[in-house]
């Protein structure tokens, strides 16, 4: 899904709104987090 940051339209495709002329940013579902908890055993 990709979203409009001005506006919030959406689309199911890259490019750039209609609307606002800029350019659509990805919104996936699931939140990719860093691998932040790492084994830290010592
Ligand atoms: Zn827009």
New binding site residues.
Partial sequence: MYK??????TSNEAGT????N?PLVNESEDNTKEESDAADNS
Avoid: F, Q
Wanted: proline share 18%.
């Fill in positions: 409009c940051p001005e506006c919030g339209h709104c209609p609307a606002c800029v």
